[in-house]
C-alpha cells in the first residue's frame, strides 16, 4: 500500500504513538481500543482522500526498549503524528522518546506538520508530566462525563457507538485537510465569517463540539484554534482578546457547572470569557438547557451569567438556528444615539448592572454611566453630580438590593437634579431578578418601573419609545 504522502517523499501518512495498556482488550473483546480506532480511522480516512491512507503504529509488547531502527525510520518517513493521549501516555517513557523524536525532525523541514492529540480519558493539562510541546494543541476528546457518577467514560469502550463514529468522522476530515495541505492541495474552503466559541466546562464538551461541527459545516471558521495557557491571568486575557478581536460574535455554551477557577482569582473560565468578550463589545449569543437549575448556582459571578438579555433557554437545535440567523445578518451602522443615562445601584448589583443593562444599552447606542467606585466620598460626589446634572435619564436598580438603599438613593439623587437648568427626561426604577421578593412599595411623579424580573422586555419597550 502507497502513502497518500508518497509523491513528497513520505512512506506513511499517519504515525500512532500510544501507550500499550491503552490498546488491552478488555472482557471478550479481541481487539483493543487503539487496534479498533486505528482501524475505523483508515477506513474513513481513506474514503476521504480518494485513495488508502497509510497509518503506521507499532506492535512491540514491551516498553523498556529503546526506540527500534525501524520506528526511527517510520517517524523519519511519516507526515503526521497522532498522539492518544491519556495518564498512561503521560507516564510512558516510551512515548515520551516518540514525541521528542518526532519534534526534533519537523524542526528542520521546510513546513511545519500537524500534531493531532485524541484524549480518551480526563487529563490535567497543568500538570508538569503534560507535554510543553502539546500546551497550545485542542485535543479531539473521545471521552465523556458519565451524567450520574460524573466520571469520565471513554468513547467506543468497549465497542463503538453513534457519538464515537461522530468524532472519528471530524478527526478524519482534520487529518484529510493537513494531509492534502502537505500534498500542495491547499484548502479553498472560503469562510463566510469567524465566530468565536468560548470554551466549556467538561459537561458541555459534547454540545460545544456539536455546535463547532455545525459552524464549520456552514463555512465559519470557529475560534479558539488554540489551548489558553492559564498560567498567567494578563496572558490569558490578551490571547482571548486577540481572537475575540478577529471574531464577529461571541457564542457560549452554559450549565449550573462553574468549572476551574482561574488560579490567583475568584473568576471560573466561562466567567473570564464572557467579560472579556463584553469588554471587546463583542454581539454575544448564550445558551442554557431549559431545565438549568439556575436557581441552585451558589457561585454568584457565575450565576450573574444566566441574568443576561443574551440568553438563550431552548433546546440546542433552536439555539443553533438562531446563531446562524444573528451571524448571517450583518451589522449596519447607524448614528449614533445622543442618550445618556446614569445608573444608580448598589454594590451587591453593580455586576449585574454591568453585564445586563449596559449590554442593552450597548445595543442600543445609548452611553451611560456608573457610579465611582473610590473610597474617597469627595470624589464620589462630584463624579454623582456631574453625570446627574448632565445625563438624559437615570436608572436605579433594585436586584438584590433592600428597597430602602434605592430609595435613599432616589432623594438623594432628586436634590441634585432640582439643580438642573432643563428637567431630566426619564427617570426609571429598573426592578430585576430574582423573581421572588417584595414588590416597589414607593412611587414618584413621571417615574417610570421597568418590571424585568424575568425578562428585559420592558427594558427594551421603554428605550424603544425614546424619542
Wanted: aromatic share 10%; glycine share 4%.
Amino acid at each position: 500500500m502507497q502513502a497518500f504522502l508518497q509523491e513528497n517523499g513520505y512512506a506513511h501518512d499517519l504515525f500512532v504513538s500510544y501507550a500499550h495498556l491503552d490498546n488491552a482488550p478488555i472482557g471478550t473483546e479481541k481487539k483493543g481500543w487503539v487496534a479498533t480506532f486505528t482501524e475505523e480511522l483508515s477506513k474513513i480516512l481513506s474514503r476521504k482522500l480518494g485513495k488508502p491512507g497509510f497509518i503506521w503504529k507499532d506492535e512491540r509488547l514491551a516498553g523498556h526498549e529503546p526506540l527500534t531502527q525501524a520506528i526511527l525510520d517510520a517517524i523519519q518517513k511519516t507526515g503526521t503524528l497522532l498522539v492518544i493521549m491519556s495518564n498512561g501516555y503521560l507516564q510512558s517513557s516510551w512515548c515520551r522518546k516518540e514525541r521528542e523524536e518526532f519534534i526534533r525532525i519537523i524542526k528542520n523541514r521546510s513546513h511545519q506538520n500537524r500534531i493531532f492529540i485524541i484524549e480518551i480519558d480526563q487529563v490535567d493539562h497543568t500538570d508538569t508530566a503534560y507535554p510543553a510541546e502539546f500546551h497550545e494543541l485542542i485535543g479531539y476528546r473521545f471521552w465523556v462525563q458519565d451524567p450520574d457518577t460524573q466520571t469520565p467514560l471513554t468513547l467506543g469502550f468497549p465497542k463503538p457507538d453513534e457519538d464515537y463514529y461522530k468524532r472519528l468522522n471530524e478527526l478524519a476530515q482534520e487529518i484529510a485537510d493537513e494531509l492534502k495541505k502537505i500534498k500542495g492541495q491547499e484548502d479553498t474552503t472560503e469562510w463566510v465569517d469567524t465566530v468565536f466559541l468560548a470554551e466549556v466546562t467538561d459537561d458541555l464538551e459534547p454540545k460545544r463540539d456539536e455546535l463547532k461541527r455545525f459552524l464549520t459545516q456552514a463555512h465559519y471558521k470557529v475560534l479558539p484554534e488554540k489551548w489558553y495557557p492559564r498560567d498567567n491571568l494578563t496572558t490569558l486575557r490578551q490571547h482571548i482578546a486577540a481572537d475575540l478581536s478577529r471574531s464577529r460574535i461571541f457564542i457560549q455554551l452554559l450549565s449550573e457547572v462553574v468549572g476551574k477557577v482561574i488560579p490567583d482569582t475568584s473568576l471560573s473560565f466561562p466567567r473570564l470569557q464572557f467579560d472579556c468578550a463584553l469588554a471587546a463589545n463583542k454581539k454575544i449569543l448564550q445558551w442554557c438547557a431549559p431545565n438549568t437549575p439556575i436557581e441552585k448556582i451558589e457561585n454568584a459571578a457565575h450565576r450573574e451569567l444566566f441574568q443576561t438579555v443574551t440568553l438563550q433557554q431552548d433546546s440546542l437545535e433552536d439555539f443553533k438556528n438562531a446563531v446562524l440567523k444573528s451571524v448571517a445578518v450583518k451589522e449596519t451602522l447607524s448614528a449614533p444615539s445622543q442618550h445618556f443615562f446614569y445608573i444608580s445601584v448598589d454594590p451587591a448589583d453593580y455586576n449585574f448592572a454591568k453585564n445586563s443593562i449596559c449590554t442593552v444599552l450597548d445595543q442600543h447606542h445609548i452611553g451611560y454611566a456608573l457610579p465611582r467606585l473610590s473610597n474617597d466620598p469627595v470624589q464620589v460626589r462630584k463624579y454623582l453630580e456631574v453625570n446627574l446634572l448632565n445625563c438624559d435619564g437615570a436608572f436605579f436598580v433594585y436586584c438584590h438590593s433592600d428597597q430602602s438603599s434605592v430609595l435613599n438613593q432616589i432623594l438623594q439623587c432628586r436634590k441634585i437634579m432640582a439643580q438642573r437648568e432643563e428637567p431630566i427626561r426619564a427617570v426609571a426604577v429598573y426592578d430585576g431578578p430574582p423573581p421572588e421578593k417584595e414588590d416597589i412599595a414607593f412611587n414618584f411623579p413621571n417615574m417610570y418601573y421597568l418590571k424585568c424580573r424575568d425578562n428585559q422586555e420592558s427594558l427594551e419597550k421603554f428605550l424603544l419609545n425614546l424619542s
